[in-house]
């Protein structure tokens, strides 16, 4: 007999003898242990019959603690569960001190399982989570593959900085009390490891569009890096991204792609992890039940969910933008913190979400943003002042995505990049694509933490990547 999974024999209708190895939650009463081994979010139930176990044994089945379990699987004689295991034999495979066991059964605060981050997938919220995380990511590569995009690999070291926003991690193995230097006193990085200066990218956009402009469509999924100093519940240091990128494509199409793409991932785990939604959905509304009535979530997490799948996005320029804040309650009353005033502010998010929460209700695209606030590579538009930008924002999250239509005429890009003293040497294979055969070119970036965090609920950004890189904090 090979050992069975709590999903399975939950699911099983053959009354037979099995096997299971898990972790037991709870053993009460001497008698019932609520094992679990990560397959599924319920437990399955053990019966021991306590009279004829030795009492040693009994006494090492303890919360935490890793057994071996044979017995038969019945009816269950009590309420609550359908099926049940009627143990023949326990192997304790591994002890566990219930006196200094950090995952007790009962409610934890989520900073302390932050801080025994290696044992909190032991609790049934960071196990849903962690099981849709992992599903939402099998469905981002379903999608591509299935819509005809390559997966391709971007480098993680790199010498550029995409979003020239400056905020990068160094890449060096230069001794640090004692670098050599040039004659001028700067560190000379011709003597470090790439022979010069190289850093943690903080997206794979410009390589992607390199592979975009031969193979068509394509996409990086993999881990990025920004050494931005935000302490807030939306930023990592280290977090996911999602970058499709595609040739003749333009911005219109670029809405479309990524509206599609976040519809259909987020209906893939509507399907595939019911059980696991519907606890997230019950520890939500339990959540709201001890908040006041004006911070309660309008809908419950499905509803949510299909709310955004069930409805279109709604498109709105920047220009108009500005116009609904600059006119709106928050803005006249001085309850933003940053007053929007004219055109060309930059949004914080604090009017993304009254755009998407109080004035349209449903997720917003705003496009066409001022050059002057955007990344360098970004179509300028015939107006000379906005490019074809665009940030998805979401309820309770703000920008989820951000992309854009790419600059493909060499001329003008030479000139954004000259004004923005970004040296052509540096990127003279990107300009190299704008020599040979150019194209129209587009493509967007989704943080998949922020999208984990609209599937299940959670408020922190902490809570939905296994182990959090934030300032300070660089733990396990
Ligand atoms: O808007 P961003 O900076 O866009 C880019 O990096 C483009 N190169 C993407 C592209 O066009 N290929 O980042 C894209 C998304 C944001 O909308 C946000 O969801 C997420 O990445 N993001 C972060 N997520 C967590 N922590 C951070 N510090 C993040 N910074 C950006
Ligand atoms: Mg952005």
């Given at each position: 007999m090979t050992?069975?999974?709590?999903?399975?024999l939950?699911?099983?209708?053959?009354?037979?003898?099995?096997?299971?190895?898990g972790?037991?939650?709870?053993f009460?009463?001497?008698?019932f242990?609520a094992?679990?081994d990560?397959s599924t979010?319920n437990?399955?139930q053990?019966?021991?019959d306590?009279?004829?176990t030795?009492?040693a044994?009994?006494?090492?089945?303890t919360?935490?603690a890793?057994?071996?379990?044979t017995g038969?699987?019945v009816?269950?004689?009590?309420?609550g569960q359908r099926?049940e295991?009627e143990?023949n034999?326990?192997e304790?495979?591994?002890?566990?001190?219930?006196e200094t066991?950090?995952?007790?059964?009962?409610k934890?605060?989520?900073?302390?399982?932050?801080?025994n981050?290696?044992?909190?997938?032991?609790?049934?919220?960071?196990?849903?989570v962690?099981?849709l995380?992992?599903s939402l990511?099998f469905a981002?590569?379903k999608?591509?593959?299935e819509n005809g995009?390559?997966?391709?690999?971007?480098?993680?070291?790199?010498?550029?900085?995409?979003?020239g926003?400056g905020?990068?991690?160094r890449?060096?193995?230069?001794d640090?009390?004692?670098?050599?230097?040039?004659?001028?006193?700067d560190?000379?990085h011709?003597?470090?490891?790439?022979?010069k200066?190289?850093?943690l990218?903080v997206s794979?956009?410009?390589?992607?569009?390199t592979?975009?402009?031969?193979?068509?469509?394509?996409?990086?999924f993999?881990?990025?890096f920004?050494?931005?100093?935000?302490?807030?519940?939306?930023h990592?240091?280290e977090?996911?991204?999602?970058?499709?990128?595609?040739?003749f494509?333009?911005l219109?199409?670029n809405?479309?792609?990524a509206e599609d793409?976040?519809k259909?991932?987020?209906?893939?785990?509507?399907e595939?992890?019911?059980?696991?939604?519907?606890?997230?959905?019950?520890?939500?509304a339990d959540?709201?039940?001890?908040k006041?009535?004006a911070e309660?979530?309008?809908?419950s997490?499905?509803?949510?969910?299909?709310?955004v799948?069930?409805?279109?996005f709604?498109r709105v320029s920047?220009?108009?933008?500005?116009?609904?804040?600059?006119n709106?309650?928050?803005?006249k009353?001085k309850k933003?913190?940053?007053?929007i005033?004219e055109w060309g502010a930059d949004?914080?998010s604090?009017?993304e979400?009254f755009?998407?929460?109080?004035?349209?209700?449903?997720?917003?695209i705003l496009?066409?943003?001022?050059?002057?606030?955007?990344a360098?590579?970004?179509?300028?538009?015939?107006?000379?002042?906005t490019?074809?930008?665009?940030?998805?924002?979401?309820?309770?999250?703000?920008e989820?995505?951000g992309g854009?239509?790419r600059?493909?005429?060499?001329?003008?890009?030479?000139?954004?990049m000259?004004?923005?003293?970004?040296?052509?040497e540096?990127?003279?294979?990107?300009?190299?694509?704008?020599?040979?055969?150019?194209a129209v070119h587009?493509?967007?970036?989704l943080?998949?933490?922020?999208?984990?965090m609209f599937m299940?609920?959670?408020s922190?950004?902490?809570?939905?990547?296994?182990y959090?890189?934030?300032?300070q904090?660089a733990?396990f």
């Open positions: 050992p069975s999974t709590v999903a399975r939950l699911k099983q209708t053959t009354f037979q003898e099995v096997e299971i190895k972790w037991v939650r709870t009460r009463a001497n008698r242990i094992l679990n990560g979010i437990n399955i053990c019966v021991v306590f009279e004829n030795d009492e044994v009994l006494k090492r089945i919360t935490g890793a057994v071996h379990i038969n699987l009816e269950s004689q009590g309420k099926v295991i143990v034999t326990i304790i495979l591994g002890d566990s001190d219930p066991y950090p995952i007790q059964p009962k934890h605060t989520f900073e302390f399982l932050r801080e981050a290696h044992l909190r997938t032991r609790t049934n919220t960071f196990s849903a962690m099981r995380r992992s990511s981002v590569h999608y591509f593959n995009f390559y997966y391709m690999h971007t480098p993680i070291i790199t010498g550029s900085d995409a979003e926003a905020e990068m991690f890449v060096s193995t230069l640090q009390k004692n670098p050599p230097l040039t004659e001028s006193g560190i000379d011709t003597q470090n490891f790439f022979g200066d190289t850093n990218t794979g956009q410009l390589e992607a569009e592979y975009a402009m031969s193979l068509g469509k394509v996409y990086t993999g881990p990025t920004r050494a931005e100093n935000s302490n807030t519940s939306r990592l240091s977090f996911w991204m999602i970058e499709p990128e595609v040739a494509m333009d219109a199409g809405m479309d792609l793409f976040m259909s991932v987020i209906n893939h785990v509507l595939n992890n019911r059980e696991d939604l519907e606890f997230l959905d019950k520890r939500q959540e709201d039940k001890t006041s009535q309660r979530n309008e809908l997490l499905i509803e949510k969910l299909k709310f799948t069930e409805n279109n709604k920047y220009t108009e933008a500005i116009d609904i804040l600059r709106s309650k928050p803005n009353k933003f913190k940053y007053r005033d949004l914080q604090e009017h979400r755009l998407v929460e109080k004035h349209f209700k449903c997720p917003v496009f066409d943003y001022p050059a002057n606030i955007k360098f590579y970004m179509r300028l538009n015939e107006d000379g002042k490019v074809r930008a665009m940030d998805i924002l979401f309820p309770g999250i703000g989820i995505v854009s239509q600059e493909e005429r060499l001329e003008v890009l030479k000139e954004k000259a004004a923005l003293n970004i040296p052509e540096e990127l003279w294979w990107y300009l190299d694509l704008r020599k040979y055969g150019t587009s493509g967007f970036g943080g998949f933490e922020r999208l984990v299940t609920g959670m922190n950004i902490r809570d939905v990547i296994p959090p890189r934030t300032p904090n733990e």
